[in-house]
């Protein structure tokens, strides 16, 4: 299967090489597109065998995909977030095959019996989930992607429907994520959370108008 890893990261020294190498292991190449860290991400994901693309300033989710898709020179691409936990090479064998198969357009990939918040979380919006398959050309054909930021999984959701794309939601058993608050402290993770959402609300109203 032609597919390539491509990572959106954000000071994620932590956990980006978990993340590369495991997609490394799978088989697949992998791009991190590293969005203006300020730590050690880009050095952490190029030992662990990723191709780093560093943007000079933060610019967003959709920013760094944009720019990451440059490099990308397979027809299927897998997106993972940089701070996954309890990830394995057959969660994204399982994410991939249904749209190299044929079977879908996109797959969206929800945590399952990994933690508890984050499969919370997943219930509540899986339509978030930041694991994701598709064709590349696809990717690269959805309108505003550059400019997307913590509404990028809603874009690409909302692409989806409009163009009749065939979406499957598929579990990922062990899978889950860090939280904010445990990456910044309570107060600071709760208030970047709150921005979170309220940015994807906004989106959300402004596409229903």
Same mark, same amino acid.
């Not at 697949?28 to 860290?37: K, R």
């Not at 933060?58 to 995909?65: F, L, Q, T």
């Not at 990922?172 to 608050?181: D, R, Y």
């Given at each position: 299967?032609?597919?390539?890893?491509?990572i959106p990261a954000y000071n994620e020294e932590a956990t980006i090489a978990g993340v590369v190498r &495991?997609?490394?292991?799978? $088989?697949?190449? &992998?791009?991190?597109?590293?969005?203006?860290?300020?730590?050690?991400?880009?050095?952490?994901?190029?030992?662990?065998?990723?191709?780093?693309?560093?943007?000079?300033?933060?610019? $967003?989710? $959709?920013?760094?995909?944009?720019e990451g898709l440059k490099r990308v020179n397979t027809p299927l691409v897998l997106l993972l977030d940089?701070?996954?936990?309890?990830?394995?090479?057959?969660?994204?064998?399982?994410?991939?095959?249904?749209?190299?198969?044929?079977?879908?357009?996109?797959?969206?990939?929800?945590?399952?019996? $990994?933690?508890?918040?984050?499969?919370?979380?997943?219930?509540?919006?899986?339509?978030?989930?930041?694991?994701?398959?598709?064709?590349?050309?696809?990717?690269?054909?959805v309108q505003g992607l550059e400019g997307a930021r913590y509404d990028l999984e809603l874009l690409l959701?909302?692409?989806?429907?409009?163009?009749?794309?065939?979406?499957?939601?598929?579990?990922?058993?062990?899978?889950?994520?860090?939280?904010?608050?445990?990456?910044?402290?309570?107060?600071?993770?709760?208030?970047?959370?709150?921005?979170?959402?309220?940015?994807?609300?906004?989106?959300?109203?402004?596409?229903?108008?």
């Amino acid at each position: 299967m032609e597919a390539t890893v491509l990572i959106p990261a954000y000071n994620e020294e932590a956990t980006i090489a978990g993340v590369v190498r &495991v997609a490394k292991e799978a $088989g697949f190449p &992998v791009v991190v597109a590293d969005d203006g860290s300020e730590d050690r991400t880009a050095q952490e994901a190029a030992s662990a065998g990723a191709q780093v693309v560093r943007l000079p300033h933060n610019r $967003g989710k $959709g920013g760094a995909i944009a720019e990451g898709l440059k490099r990308v020179n397979t027809p299927l691409v897998l997106l993972l977030d940089a701070d996954l936990l309890g990830l394995a090479p057959h969660h994204l064998e399982s994410l991939l095959d249904p749209v190299a198969e044929g079977k879908a357009e996109m797959t969206v990939g929800i945590f399952q019996g $990994g933690r508890l918040s984050t499969d919370l979380a997943m219930r509540l919006t899986p339509f978030l989930s930041g694991q994701r398959a598709l064709k590349t050309e696809d990717l690269r054909g959805v309108q505003g992607l550059e400019g997307a930021r913590y509404d990028l999984e809603l874009l690409l959701t909302r692409h989806a429907k409009k163009a009749g794309w065939r979406v499957l939601y598929l579990p990922l058993p062990g899978v889950s994520q860090v939280m904010k608050e445990e990456k910044r402290g309570l107060l600071p993770g709760f208030l970047h959370r709150l921005r979170m959402y309220r940015e994807i609300l906004h989106y959300y109203l402004k596409a229903k108008a």
